[in-house]
């Protein structure tokens, strides 16, 4: 009898999940409580272990074609003054990356799912019920859902979790920063190059998106936590940028004739388990790396192929047991480098961030070169291991 796997959420993991069960025979069920795939997201990059599985789905030319094209990395402080300017492919090397947003990589991963796979949008559970010989689900409208797993890939602010693990302060480690992602028209003519205005406390990036727009993101240093009603989320943006220089703001002001901004915290999920009886999370909803880490989207990725592979061959407690064991080595290294980079990134008080900004001016340019792609390799290596496929 065909197993069954009903997953809560069809972001990145959750639609990668679907994908590698149907590739051994189950039965996936996705349930997602917006009404059409998300189109919030910020631009993410996909390397190592993300990049090769999702090569091997099959997804790699519609990765390349929603590609960003970045040609150099100018970043400036408040007052217009260079600062950095590094030339992305150099950096880079022969790695194998893209950058793209987060809207396309969904995309990409529900185009290589069969047409008629059952989605159910704008579905919300409201219990669970894990019976022991097979685990249900009660939607709000009454529907009632059995089967073998249920996947929680439901993001940082996962209701499984919640639901199922214990409350968010258990497991949230917060990092001391919030972040926005928003775009709109092209009102700088930036081009092919990635822009970023810094100052302590806080930077603003931009980068040229395929049909003539701009994505913005904002990284802050704060102690607040917790959502941000909409409302606020402007108000919050100009104050933050209050000392910015002038063309952010200009840039800021032309956003917010648009929808309101994503804003959010940089949150780390720790877990000492990622399943319990019938039910596992995935993604952002098992061990947010958070956007400093440069990896979240792939090792959702990753993680699902991994999933996969140990339910392809062992009974399902073993299975859980063995996705956890091989994947949590990476998970804690990745997150330890976020913690690690996040002071790097953002400076907090103005003697540091002079103090980095006089060592990225006067670093030899080979030497710096050296080390934004050795970061980016230690990424990739960390979680190099976990790649190997046997299905």
């Known amino acids: 009898m065909q197993k069954k796997a009903l997953i809560v959420g069809a972001g990145v993991a959750g639609l990668s999940a679907a994908w590698w069960l149907k590739k051994i025979g189950w039965h996936p069920v996705l349930i997602e409580r917006a009404p059409d795939l998300r189109s919030a997201g910020h631009m993410l990059g996909l390397s190592g272990p993300g990049f090769e599985i999702a090569q091997r789905m099959g997804i790699?030319?519609?990765?390349?074609?929603?590609?960003?094209t970045v040609n150099e990395n100018i970043y400036r402080d408040r007052k217009g003054r260079e600062l950095l300017r590094l030339r992305y492919r150099e950096v880079l090397k022969d790695l194998s990356y893209v950058a793209l947003r987060r809207t396309d990589l969904v995309q990409a991963l529900r185009d290589a799912l069969p047409a008629d796979l059952d989605i159910r949008f704008g579905a919300v559970v409201e219990s669970i019920d894990d019976g022991g010989e097979e685990i249900a689900l009660r939607l709000a409208d009454g529907t009632e859902m059995a089967g073998d797993l249920v996947i929680?890939?439901?993001?940082?602010?996962?209701?499984?979790r919640r639901t199922c693990f214990g409350p968010d302060e258990a497991f949230f480690k917060e990092l001391g920063y919030r972040f926005a992602t928003y775009d709109l028209e092209d009102v700088i003519g930036l081009g092919s190059d990635f822009l970023s205005y810094t100052e302590p406390g806080h930077v603003a990036e931009y980068y040229t998106l395929h049909d003539g727009r701009l994505a913005a993101l904002h990284v802050w240093r704060t102690e607040e936590t917790g959502l941000v009603p909409p409302e606020a989320r402007w108000e919050m943006l100009h104050h933050v940028s209050r000392n910015t220089h002038p063309s952010a703001r200009r840039i800021l002001e032309v956003a917010e004739r648009g929808p309101v901004p994503l804003i959010d915290n940089l949150t780390m999920v720790d877990m000492p388990s990622w399943s319990k009886g019938r039910v596992v999370l995935l993604g952002d909803a098992a061990h947010c790396l958070t956007l400093i880490s440069g990896q979240g989207a792939g090792m959702s990725i990753?993680?699902?192929?991994?999933?996969?592979?140990?339910?392809?061959e062992r009974p399902l407690a073993d299975a859980l047991a063995r996705h956890d064991q091989r994947l949590r080595p990476s998970i804690l290294k990745l997150q330890e480098r976020s913690r690690k980079m996040g002071s790097l990134f953002i400076?907090?008080?103005?003697?540091?961030?002079?103090?980095?900004?006089?060592?990225?001016?006067?670093?030899?340019?080979?030497?710096?070169?050296?080390?934004?792609?050795?970061a980016v390799q230690s990424e990739i290596l960390v979680s190099q291991d976990i790649v190997q496929s046997k299905i």
């Not at 929680?152 to 499984?160: E, I, T």
């Not at 990753?302 to 392809?312: N, T």
């Not at 002079?354 to 340019?365: A, E, G, K, Q, Y």
């Open 302 to 312: 990753a993680s699902a192929s991994i999933l996969a592979q140990e339910l392809a």
């Open 152 to 160: 929680g890939a439901d993001g940082l602010r996962s209701w499984m």
């Open 347 to 374: 400076p907090a008080t103005p003697l540091s961030f002079h103090v980095r900004n006089f060592i990225l001016r006067h670093m030899p340019r080979d030497w710096l070169s050296r080390y934004f792609l050795n």
């Open 60 to 68: 790699g030319p519609q990765l390349d074609a929603a590609a960003c």
